[in-house]
């Protein structure tokens, strides 16, 4: 099912960066818009919120990494407390899409494109967009209930 067009900003949370995308109003048009080396959940989430701010989106799309045959493991978790800190300093709704094989497909379409190998931070901003798309399309809806883990 597909989603209704609204502006989204989309997050690839790694250990070392956070690839981040955007789409237009549509939901037609999603640009990469780089990366931020993380440190630490709190700085991030401030960090996270203040690019949501600046993009004027109306939601975050983070995904969520879940093993390939779909439970969730220990970076869910992860995940989950990186949104925490999030909800307390960004009150925009947070949705959560399957992020498997995002940065493999990002590495492929870079290739395709002729632009392999990337510079750091490419992979995991062409990543958030691939997570934005899904979740637009309504494709690959993380399925990790809430408590889980």
């Known amino acids: ?24 109003e549509l939901g037609i048009s999603i640009t990469p818009i780089g990366f931020v080396p993380r440190s630490d959940d709190r700085t991030a989430a401030a960090v996270v919120a203040q690019l949501a701010a600046r993009e004027q ?36 709704p947070v949705h959560e899409v399957d992020e498997r094989y995002s940065s493999s497909e990002a590495k492929e379409a870079l290739r395709d494109e002729g632009r392999w190998p990337a510079a750091k931070g490419v992979v995991d901003a062409r990543a958030a967009g691939i997570l934005l798309r899904r979740w637009l399309d309504g494709e690959d809806q993380a399925s990790a209930p809430p408590g889980e883990p």
């Open 57 to 92: 989106v109306a939601g975050i799309v983070i995904g969520l990494p879940l093993h390939a045959h779909g439970d969730a493991g220990a970076n869910v978790r992860w995940v989950r407390t990186f949104t925490a800190h999030l909800a307390k300093v960004c009150p925009l």
């Open 1 to 24: 099912m597909k989603r209704p067009p609204q502006r989204l900003l989309g997050v690839d949370y790694g250990r070392v960066r956070i690839g981040i995308a955007v789409c237009d």
